[in-house]
Nanobody, 122 residues
Framework: QVQLMESGGGSVQAGGSLRLSCAVS????????MGWFRQAPGKEREGIAC??????YYRDSVKGRFTISQNKTNTTVYIEMNSLKPEDTAMYYC?????????????????WGQGTQVTVSS
C-alpha cells in the first residue's frame, strides 16, 4: 500500500521560508516522478514542481523561489519555499507515480498525500 505523508506546513509572514517534506512508503520504483501541487481556497489544484532523477521543473509563478529535491532512495521529496507571498497560501500536496516528465497535471500522478496547509500573511 502506497502512503504519502506531508509535513512542514505552517503560518509565516510574507518574505519568509518554509520547507515541506513528503515521506513516501510502499512505492518501490527507483525512477519515480514526484511532484508538488497546491490548492488555494476557491481555486483548482495546480502543479508547482516536479522531479525526475536530477531533473526538476517548475511553474513560472514559483520559479526561482521554490526548490524541489528528493533523497537518494526516493522515499522523501522536499520543497524549499523562499520569498513566500500571500498568494502562496494554499493546501500543499505531494504526489508520486507520475506517468510522464515533466508534468504538472494532477491526472498524470497516481498516488497522493493528504496535504499540509501553508498560510502566508502580509
Amino acid at each position: 500500500q502506497v502512503q504519502l505523508m506531508e509535513s512542514g506546513g505552517g503560518s509565516v509572514q510574507a518574505g519568509g521560508s518554509l520547507r515541506l517534506s513528503c515521506a513516501v512508503s510502499g512505492y518501490t520504483s527507483n525512477r519515480a516522478i514526484m511532484g508538488w501541487f497546491r490548492q488555494a481556497p476557491g481555486k483548482e489544484r495546480e502543479g508547482i514542481a516536479c522531479i525526475f532523477g536530477q531533473n526538476t521543473y517548475y511553474r513560472d509563478s514559483v520559479k526561482g523561489r521554490f526548490t524541489i529535491s528528493q533523497n537518494k532512495t526516493n522515499t522523501t521529496v522536499y520543497i524549499e519555499m523562499n520569498s513566500l507571498k500571500p498568494e502562496d497560501t494554499a493546501m500543499y500536496y505531494c504526489a508520486v507515480g507520475g506517468r510522464r516528465y515533466p508534468s504538472l497535471r494532477e491526472d498524470d500522478y497516481r498516488y497522493w498525500g493528504q496535504g499540509t496547509q501553508v498560510t502566508v500573511s502580509s
